[in-house]
């Protein structure tokens, strides 16, 4: 058994600051194996199609995001506690959406998800 668990959503003024957090557990992230999966927070916006927001390798080494959020979303991970963040700053209302966690083997699709967390940015 898989589970992505997401918090930290919430309610913010444009301009603030939110921190969501995901956290791994089940069989297939082992403090051992999570290192092994790469991570991503997507988001969903009502009547608009899911969008990849920012990536983490399994190592933590490596990092991308969204051009819609460059400069003002940070993904980072810690594998000792099988948990990665996504630290958001200068919230603009339209990043008002559901996010979602996501993990994948290597290169393979995004095979678990978490159940989202919201996040509504007011102007």
């Known amino acids: 058994q898989v589970q992505l668990v997401e918090s930290g959503g919430g309610l913010v003024q444009a301009g603030g600051s939110l921190r969501l957090s995901c956290a791994a557990s089940?069989?297939?992230?082992?403090?051992?194996?999570?290192?092994?999966?790469?991570m991503g927070w997507f988001r969903q916006a009502p009547g608009k199609e899911r969008e990849l927001v920012a990536t983490?390798?399994?190592?933590?080494?490596?990092?991308g995001v969204a051009e819609s959020v460059k400069g003002r979303f940070t993904i980072s991970r810690d594998n000792a506690e099988n948990t990665v963040y996504l630290q958001m700053n200068n919230l603009k209302p339209e990043d008002t959406a559901v996010y979602y966690c996501?993990?994948?083997?290597?290169?393979?699709?995004?095979?678990?998800w978490g159940q989202g967390t919201q996040v509504t940015v007011s102007s």
């Open positions: 983490v390798t399994g190592s933590g080494g490596g990092t």
């Open positions: 996501a993990a994948r083997y290597g290169l393979a699709p995004w095979d678990y």
């Open positions: 089940g069989r297939t992230f082992s403090s051992r194996t999570f290192s092994s999966h790469s």
